[in-house]
């Protein structure tokens, strides 16, 4: 199996399902963890030096830090009813604790902190929905800790592709200091798919093909991109989630297309502008 990739582990004695530290994957910014917990369980960890945002997969939770506490978040009880999350936003030198109030998944998005904003929840109505692309490179994007909203690192993005199309798409890279044109970003997707006896494609490479993996995804499956284009295809049959969390020396999304493949979107938008308006 590629290095790329980090499947979905068995559950441990504290639920977790997933994990990815800055060690594991050879870079400095993003970490990432899964938990799947049963009705009455619970999670309670520190998080030191380092800021997490908590995005309810599905399920219910009461969930606590420090000085705040939220009871009965969650709505959506599976990823695919395309519900936006509620997710919380925990600082660094803090701690959280979930209680989970009906069989609940959820994520655990790390990066450094500085403790510079204080713990919040963030709910549904606070998510940036938008649709992304045209035709058959079009899915349906929830911005959950986009650049405009408060925090030392993180960024935290789910998206859905429809079976068939293709997304991140087309082909960019985040891995240059070069802003304002290119930002530096570490990334991870956590993979779902819809039925689970799916698959779905992605490839990483770079401009010199030093690396050029063509990665079949599993259900559960973590993928890390440290550099280069990253695009995902979901094939017939079989919808395609996927949580994308990124963190760099700068809290910006700055990216660059490849060249071969630029011409893709300008086409894509014109022939299905019409359609699109007819809607």
Not at 142 to 148: G, K, R, V
Not at 176 to 204: C, D, K, M, W
Request: hydrophobic share 35%; charged share 25%.
């Amino acid at each position: 199996m590629s290095r790329l990739i980090v499947p979905r582990q068995k559950r441990d004695e504290t639920g977790r399902v997933s994990l990815v530290t800055p060690e594991m994957a050879g870079w400095n910014y993003v970490g990432f963890e899964v938990y799947q917990l049963e009705r009455g369980q619970s999670l309670r960890k520190e998080t030191g030096a380092q800021e997490a945002c908590l995005v309810l997969l599905s399920g219910k939770a009461d969930v606590s830090t420090r000085r705040e506490k939220w009871r009965s978040l969650g709505q959506r009880m599976d990823v695919f009813e395309k519900l936006p999350p509620y997710s919380v936003y925990v600082p660094p030198q803090d701690h959280y604790q979930v209680e989970a109030l009906t069989n609940l998944e959820v994520a655990v998005c790390l990066a450094p902190g500085k403790g510079t904003y204080p713990a919040r929840m963030i709910s549904p109505e606070d998510v940036g929905v938008e649709l992304r692309g045209a035709g058959n490179i079009e899915r349906l994007v929830h911005n959950i800790l986009p650049e405009q909203q408060p925090a030392d690192s993180l960024l935290v993005v789910e998206v859905f592709t429809p079976e068939g199309n293709w997304s991140s798409y087309p082909p960019h890279k985040h891995d240059q200091e070069r802003l304002p044109e290119e930002s530096y970003l570490e990334e991870t997707y956590y993979h779902l798919i819809n039925p689970q006896g799916g698959f779905a494609v992605q490839r990483v490479y770079t401009d010199d093909r030093s690396l050029d993996e063509q990665l079949l995804v599993s259900n559960g499956d973590v993928v890390l991109v440290p550099r280069g284009y990253h695009p995902v295809s979901a094939p017939p049959g079989y919808e395609l989630y996927y949580l994308n969390v990124m963190a760099g020396p700068v809290r910006t999304w700055k990216f660059k297309n490849d060249p071969a493949h630029e011409w893709i979107m300008p086409s894509k938008l014109t022939a299905n502008q019409p359609r699109r308006e007819a809607r």
